[in-house]
């Protein structure tokens, strides 16, 4: 009888070392360029929100006629970045809030370790505790805080500019479609058909991961809310933000 081909392809040695010393560098190039990377994957995030707007905006008739797409364009970045704004702002209050209240935490944590020590009522736990409670440095974390609102700042203007500069080759698309392809023919259609189905998965994935994030995100505000925690929104949105996080984000939310 004819041996049975196997559906997998062949893996040698070479073949296996070839692949892991690309994935480790792969991996290297990552971390080592992380300071760009993550503003430029953030701000075509943003920018594919912006066109999916302004593709929506398109449908939208005025005497018959669609919208300019120069128009399109400015009020679909106008808008993103109103809620990006306030959103931001939004944050700020509620990190300044916690900041300005962070001696009253810390007196209500103080009180609530004396009161758990009294449950416990053993020395060594309750000097474990006091030896914990030592080694928690207040001031680094704050300073830490401080440091990634400043990065977070620093990193809107990069990203900002990305945005720009993703929307300035959006208008020009067209023209470098007629150049790469000025006979139009099954070339194009193919290439196009290929770029239609990769946009569709993406925005497929993306509005449905920000819907179940912005769903959740709304409903552990309104719980929050119910139970009187203080700053809800802010918790709400660090859910909604962890919830895009694979598997280890909606565990940690």
Not at 187 to 193: C, L, M
Request: proline share 4%.
């Amino acid at each position: 009888m004819p041996k049975e081909e196997s559906l997998l392809p062949r893996v040698t040695s070479s073949s296996a070392f070839f692949t892991l010393g690309t994935l480790t560098l792969a991996i290297l190039g990552l971390i080592y360029f992380s300071g760009i990377l993550k503003p430029l994957v953030i701000a075509f995030l943003i920018w594919f929100i912006i066109h999916q707007l302004k593709v929506s905006l398109g449908k939208l008739k005025i005497r018959g006629k669609s919208l300019p797409s120069v128009i399109r364009s400015i009020l679909s970045f106008a808008i993103i970045f109103v809620i990006i704004y306030l959103i931001a702002e939004l944050l700020i209050i509620n990190i300044e809030g916690i900041v300005a209240s962070m001696p009253e935490y810390m007196q209500n944590f103080n009180d609530t370790l004396k009161r758990v020590s009294g449950i416990i009522n053993n020395p060594n736990y309750t000097e474990y505790l006091q030896e914990w409670i030592n080694k928690m440095d207040l001031s680094g974390m704050a300073t830490s805080l401080i440091s990634s609102l400043s990065g977070f700042v620093a990193n809107s203007a990069v990203v900002l500019v990305y945005v720009v500069f993703f929307l300035m080759e959006d208008a020009s698309y067209n023209i470098k479609m007629d150049k790469l392809f000025p006979s139009k023919k099954h070339d194009y259609s193919k290439f196009v058909h290929n770029l239609r189905s990769v946009n569709d998965s993406i925005r497929y994935y993306i509005w449905s991961m920000t819907a179940i994030s912005l769903a959740t995100g709304a409903v552990s505000y309104i719980v929050l809310l119910i139970m009187g925690v203080e700053y809800a929104f802010l918790w709400a949105f660090l859910v909604f933000i962890l919830n895009f996080i694979p598997y280890i984000g909606p565990l940690i939310s």
